[in-house]
C-alpha cells in the first residue's frame, strides 16, 4: 500500500511536471513567435510609414508652394490698371483733385481684387510711406515711418523684384509678400500665419504628426502644435539634429520619424512625429500576447493562430489605408500625380507591338477665370467634380491621375480587337470626354460652362515611357489649345519633332 502510494506520488508529480513543462514550453513558443512577427512588422511598418511621410511631405510643400503662388498671381492683377505703374504719390507737381481721383481708382481696384482672400494687408506703399488700398493699423505701427524703407528690403529676387519675408521685429503673425512697382511704389500683401493651417491640412494621414515651416535658420513660421512650438521660436534641438544642412529627407529612429522638405525662399517644410507614438498600436498588441499567453496553456495552438491575426489585421488595415490617402489626390480621388506616373510606367512596360497603350492629357480651358469669378473653394469644387466626370467617362482598367492644378492625365490600355484600329479608338474615347464635359455647367445658377482640351499619344516605336508619351500629348495639347480649345489631338509619330 506504501509503494502504491509513493507510485501515485510519483506519478501525480510527473503530472505535474509535464503539466508545469508544458505551460512554460508553451509560454516560450506564444513569446518567441510574438517577438519574431512583431519585429518583423515593426521594420515593415517603420519603412512604411517612412514612405507615407516622404509623400505627404512632398505633398504638403506642393500645397504651400502652390499656395504661394497663388498669392503672387492675385498680386499681379493690380498692374492691369494703367493708374497703379503711372501714378507717383512723391511728385510734388501732382494736382490734389486729380491725386485723390486717381487713388480711388487704384484703391477701387486693390479692394475687388483682394476681396477673394483674407488679407490682412493689401496695397501700394510710396517711398514717402503714404499709402493707398488696404494697409493695417497694426502693420502701421509695427513698421512706423521706416513702412516704405523697411519693405523694400524684403525684396531679395532680383529677377522679378519681388519676395517673401516673416519676423519682421520678431513678429511673425504676418507674412509679407512685397514686389516693386516702380521705384517709388511697392505693392505689399500680407496674411496672418495662422492661414496655413488649411494648407498644411493632412486628412487621413498621420494624425498625431506636427507640421512646421521654417525659416532658412529654422526659426519657426508655423507649427500645427504651437502650445509647444511657437511661431518665432527655433525648432526643438533633438529635430534640428536630425535636419541640419539637409534639403530632403525621410529618416526614422528610435526616437522620431522626421521628414523636411525645402520650398520656395529657403522656407522648409517639416514633419515629425515620436516613434513611440506609431508604435502605440504594436506596443498594445504585444502586452495583449503576453497576458493571453500566459492563459493560453491547453489551446495553445488555436489562440496562436487568433492572436497572429489580431496582431497583422490592425497593422495591415492601417498600413493599408496610409498607403491609399498617400496614393490619392485628395481633392479629386484621382491618383496624385507621382503614383500615377509610377504605374503608367510600370504599364507601359508591358505594350509591345501587339498591345497598346494611351494617355490623354486633360487641361481645363478657361479654369483660371471661374477661380477668379466664383473664388478658389467654387474651384476646388469644380475639381471634385471632374473626378467625377473621369471616372464616369472611362472604366476600372484605366488609370486616372492629376498631374497639378486643372490639368489631369488618363492611362487606358487599347483593346487587342482595336489595334487595327487604335487611333479612332482613342478619338472615340477623347470625343466622349469632350462631350462629359460640354454637359457639364457651374456656377450657383449653372450659367458657367466648363470645357477641356485634351492631347492624346498612343505607344509606338520606342516611345514607351510615360515622360516620352507626356512629351508627345503636351504637343498634342498644344494643337487643341490653337485651335480653339474644347476639342482633342491625337499625336501622329510622323511629326519628327514631338518624337524626337
Known amino acids: 500500500m506504501k509503494n502504491k502510494n509513493k507510485t501515485s506520488e510519483k506519478i501525480r508529480r510527473s503530472k505535474i511536471y509535464l503539466m508545469l513543462t508544458n505551460i512554460v514550453m508553451t509560454l516560450m513558443v506564444i513569446l518567441i513567435i510574438s517577438i519574431l512577427v512583431m519585429s518583423k512588422t515593426d521594420e515593415t511598418l517603420k519603412a512604411k510609414v517612412s514612405s507615407i511621410a516622404d509623400t505627404l511631405n512632398v505633398q504638403m510643400k506642393m500645397n504651400m508652394e502652390s499656395y504661394l503662388e ?3 498671381t492675385t498680386g499681379t492683377l493690380i498692374f492691369a490698371t494703367e493708374e497703379v505703374y503711372k501714378y507717383d504719390a512723391t511728385d510734388p507737381d501732382n494736382d490734389e483733385y486729380d491725386a485723390l481721383q486717381t487713388e480711388k481708382i487704384i484703391s477701387d481696384n486693390l479692394f475687388d481684387i483682394c476681396i477673394m482672400e483674407n488679407y490682412v494687408d493689401f496695397g501700394i506703399v510710396y517711398r514717402n510711406n503714404h499709402f493707398v488700398g488696404k494697409i493695417s493699423n497694426g502693420t502701421s505701427k509695427l513698421f512706423g515711418d521706416r513702412l516704405f524703407e523697411d519693405l523694400s528690403k524684403m525684396i531679395n529676387r532680383q529677377r522679378t523684384a519681388d519676395g517673401w519675408h516673416t519676423g519682421y521685429n520678431d513678429d511673425y503673425k504676418r507674412i509679407y509678400y512685397v514686389k516693386k512697382v ?10 496672418y500665419s495662422t492661414e496655413l493651417e488649411n494648407v498644411f491640412d493632412h486628412p487621413g494621414g498621420i494624425g498625431d504628426m506636427t507640421v512646421q515651416l521654417t525659416e532658412n535658420n529654422y526659426a519657426i513660421i508655423y507649427s500645427s502644435n ?26 526614422i529612429d528610435d526616437e522620431y520619424l522626421v521628414s523636411v522638405s525645402k520650398c520656395a525662399d529657403n522656407w522648409h517644410v517639416i514633419c515629425y512625429i515620436p516613434t513611440p507614438i506609431i508604435l502605440t498600436e504594436k506596443n498594445e498588441i504585444i502586452y495583449f500576447l503576453v497576458i493571453v499567453g500566459s492563459l493560453a496553456m491547453i489551446i495553445a495552438t488555436l489562440l496562436n493562430v487568433i492572436l497572429l491575426n489580431r496582431i497583422i ?11 491609399t490617402k498617400a496614393r490619392t489626390d485628395l ?3 484621382v491618383l496624385n500625380k507621382r503614383t500615377f506616373e509610377e504605374i503608367t510606367d510600370n504599364a507601359l512596360r508591358l505594350c509591345n507591338n501587339e498591345h497598346f497603350g494611351a494617355i490623354i492629357l486633360i487641361d481645363v480651358d478657361n479654369f483660371k477665370h471661374v477661380n477668379d469669378t466664383l473664388g478658389h473653394a467654387y474651384g476646388d469644387k469644380v475639381l471634385s467634380g471632374i473626378g467625377d466626370i473621369l471616372r464616369d467617362t472611362f472604366g476600372k ?8 492644378g486643372d490639368e489631369f492625365c488618363v492611362f487606358m490600355k487599347v483593346p487587342e480587337e482595336q489595334n487595327e484600329d487604335f487611333e479612332g479608338f482613342i478619338a472615340q474615347r477623347c470625343e466622349s470626354l469632350c462631350q462629359a464635359f460640354r454637359n457639364n455647367y457651374t456656377g450657383d445658377d449653372k450659367s458657367y460652362k466648363i470645357s477641356a482640351s485634351l492631347g492624346a499619344a498612343c505607344t509606338y516605336k520606342n516611345v514607351k515611357t510615360f515622360a516620352e508619351l507626356y512629351k508627345c500629348a503636351d504637343e498634342a495639347l498644344y494643337k487643341s489649345k490653337q485651335k480653339g480649345k474644347d476639342t482633342y489631338t491625337i499625336f501622329e509619330p510622323s511629326d519628327e519633332k514631338g518624337a524626337d
Open 70 to 72: 497663388r498669392m503672387e
Open 226 to 251: 504651437e502650445e509647444i512650438n511657437k511661431p518665432g521660436t527655433s525648432i526643438p534641438d533633438d529635430i534640428y539634429s536630425r535636419i541640419k544642412d539637409t534639403d530632403s529627407m525621410t529618416k
Open 397 to 404: 482598367e484605366d488609370y486616372l491621375g492629376r498631374l497639378g
Open 182 to 191: 516702380n521705384e517709388n511704389a511697392l505693392f505689399v500683401s500680407s496674411f
Open 313 to 323: 489585421t490592425p497593422v495591415s488595415s492601417m498600413v493599408t489605408n496610409l498607403d
Open 331 to 333: 481633392l479629386t480621388g
